[in-house]
């Protein structure tokens, strides 16, 4: 297990120092995580870092599985996209299957600590069904600038329960919640397998494991086959760019256990790029492969992230802590981690001409791209890494007086 002390080379004395000073008041303090599936997406990610730092610093710190359904999880996509702006057909039997996962879950476990903090809507329901003797906090990982209306007043039932909200941008702040909200950035870990230095030797196998080329340049996107990840329009951009610059697509994606829409995505862009495929000019890889996912992000001569809709989109962070350019759209969570020509570049999500444009700058111009890639590293370094995001949790639980 990783020890905050592991992260001195990377942040240096003062940070681990601060982080040590701001646990003494929290030691022994039970905080208990909740989310929905172990692997897979970026909550069960930041869980699988922060939990075990928390313990490393004095809490005691846990993590459970909520269990669902596929019914539950083809609801909760349902929820998820409706929370982001669709259209829902919101009915009894979708309620009813949503919160009979909860019920079924509070029947065997012990919630029973100092805090207890819920991860997204899935488990949401939970704190209707225990006695509160301890503050509940929901930490939604998603844009909720735009619910849909019904949906969000039903969920709202279970939100005035508890006793703070974290959204991670402060347009997600909601005027029609009377509770505290408080803003917290995602952030990576420079020492899981995702993050780490790999060397050339290691990047080059994992990339003929994969049938990855390197013949000629790549780009990719490494995001779930997700719509709001807007796979197809990553492929048009990437037809665009071709036709001035040979090189290939490569789009690596794991398939989340709370994602059943995953799938359908995924053979949507299969049959749109078939020939492209059977060319050797797009890549698509659904394997959950950390060390992969570190490859392609160093090897990739520009990363894009083509989201219409994106909770903060951490895989933004991971490239550019790579020194890798970034082409991103401008929405969510992902313009506070890139300032537009200094560190990346931003591009309007339905613009594909410009998100192709920008990527044949990178590629014409290597000189930009490496002082792209130097800026998006400190960028990082400076204010998305896991160090920090500890030290923001621990200052929320010290407000929050457990």
Known sequence: MRALEDYRPIVGDVVVADIHQKARRLYGKRVINVNSTYYGGGVAE???????????????????ILRGSYDFFSVTK????????????????????????SIAFSQYANLDGDCVVIHDPQPLPLVRLYRKRQPWIWR??????????????????????????????????????PLRQHIIHPAIDPLTPKNIEIDETTRGKYLRRYKVGRDKPFIAQISRFDRWKDPLGVLEAYKLVRKEFDCRLVMC??????????????????RRAKSLIERGDVVLITDEN??????????????????????FGLTV??????????????????????????????????????????????LRDPELASHLGRNARETVRDKFLVTRLLSHWLDLLREMEI
């Open 317 to 362: 962070s991971e490239a550019m802590w790579k020194g890798t350019p970034v082409v991103a759209s401008r929405v969510g969570g992902i313009p506070l981690q890139i300032t537009d020509g200094e560190d990346g570049f931003l591009v309007d999500p339905a613009d594909v001409a410009g998100t192709a444009a920008c990527v044949l700058k990178l």
């Open 253 to 270: 994606g794991s398939m989340a256990t709370d994602d059943p829409e995953g799938w359908a995505i995924y053979q949507r862009v299969a």
């Open 290 to 311: 950390s060390i992969l996912v570190n490859a392609l992000q160093r090897e990739a001569a520009v990363i894009i992230q083509k989201s219409v809709r994106e909770g």
């Open 140 to 177: 939604c990982h998603i844009d909720l600038s735009h619910p849909d209306p019904v949906l969000w007043d039903f969920l709202k039932g279970f939100i005035l329960r508890y006793d703070a909200v974290i959204v991670s941008h402060p347009d997600y702040i909601r005027e029609d919640l």
């Open 46 to 64: 930041l869980l699988n870092s922060l939990v075990p730092l928390e313990n490393d610093v004095g809490l005691d710190a846990d993590w459970r």
């Open 78 to 101: 349902k929820f998820h996209n409706a929370l982001q702006g669709d259209p829902i057909e919101f009915t009894k039997r979708k309620e009813h299957i949503y919160v009979d996962a």
